[in-house]
């Protein structure tokens, strides 16, 4: 039977609603696609342009580990770093002294590290080194022995003091021996059965020593020290490290994205402060050697040659190339004459 006009009218009316339904829905589908593509783009851009501070200078270190919102980073570090049994593992700590940003221009730490007090009355001590200067040792010592004297005031009794734990990464060699977390306190000194107490404990972290890929990252440690080594180099968050909630939200603080401008000038600031003080050491350490040659090469002239010979010395001792002064001093050994260290000398 065939449809009236009116019908057909509204059959009309119909078809033309339905196709403007489906016309808005792909617009709506298409828009949201683009949308979404173009979130998915930005986050993969985001994520290949993202840079990190370098957690080794003391100012990104305190800011990781020693800010209000650090807490669990905190505690994840300590345990990784400690690997105390189970029934020791700490569980909840404060922050002593939590890192504040600069407010002025300039301006530097006074407390270079970062102190936890754990629930149990422990007190842990974590500093990052990234120089081997002169006395570094004794002041780590006499930081863990301040820490513990200071804990009682005016009358109060010794039981109330509590273990103090120094927990030192460095970015220099300590030991001879392999093992990159080292952990010492007072024993007996020929039998090295334990002390009555062992409330000091000094642990030393050497980095230079951690040599593992990403896909070789076993535990909790290993992702640490990883962390710590190369996270400036990164500029993805690695998927082995993604995984672990505290190295994650390290990750996020460490974010250079995520800096006031006055903490950014604050870490390029000690950042070219550690460049300078390395370069001083390694030139001091130069000068000292190029010293000690030009003595072995003046006391080797005379012993040999007799005093005739000195006078090479002269021009020696204004020679710039430690390379070359390194060669004379071989040639004194096996030379037969003074002229074949002046032949050397003038090539």
Not at 247 to 252: C, G, N, P, V, Y
Not at 298 to 309: A, Q
């Amino acid at each position: 039977m065939g449809l009236g006009a009116s019908a057909q009218c509204q059959v009309g009316r119909s078809d033309i609603l339905v196709a403007g339904i489906r016309k808005i829905k792909y617009k709506i589908l298409y828009s949201n696609s683009r949308a979404f593509s173009g979130l998915m783009s930005t986050g993969v851009r985001e994520q290949e342009n993202m840079r990190f501070l370098n957690p080794k200078t003391d100012f990104a270190f305190k800011k990781i580990f020693g800010s209000r919102q650090s807490k669990d980073i905190l505690i994840s570090f300590i345990n990784a770093m400690l690997r105390f049994s189970p029934e020791h593992e700490i569980i909840n700590l404060t922050i002593i002294d939590p890192y504040q940003a600069p407010q002025i221009k300039g301006m530097k730490d006074t407390c270079l590290d970062v102190k936890a007090r754990s629930k149990d009355g422990r007190e842990i001590i974590i500093e990052m080194q990234v120089l081997n200067v002169a006395g570094f040792e004794k002041r780590i010592l006499y930081n863990a022995a301040k820490s513990y004297s200071n804990q009682l005031d005016e009358g109060d009794d010794y039981p109330k003091l509590n273990p103090v734990i120094a927990l030192t990464i460095t970015d220099f060699i300590m030991f001879d021996e392999p093992k990159i977390i080292s952990k010492f306190c007072l024993t007996e000194k020929d039998d090295f059965f334990p002390c009555l107490n062992s409330d000091l404990e000094l642990v030393f972290v050497e980095l230079p020593k951690f040599d593992k890929t990403e896909e070789q990252l076993a535990d909790i440690t290993d992702k640490w020290l990883y962390f710590l080594k190369h996270a400036r180099s990164l500029d993805i968050v690695p998927h082995t490290l993604k995984v672990e909630k505290p190295i994650s939200k390290a990750f996020k603080i460490a974010n250079k994205a995520n800096l006031t401008r006055e903490e950014l000038d604050d870490q390029e600031r000690r950042e070219m402060f550690i460049q300078d003080q390395r370069g001083a050491i390694a030139k001091a350490d130069e000068q000292g050697f190029k010293r000690g040659l030009l003595e072995a090469i003046s006391l080797g002239l005379e012993l040999k040659f007799g005093r005739e010979c000195l006078q090479l010395y002269d021009r020696i001792s204004r020679m710039d190339s430690v390379e070359q002064l390194e060669k004379i001093n071989e040639a004194i050994r096996t030379a037969s004459s003074c002229k074949e260290i002046e032949n050397l000398i003038l090539r």
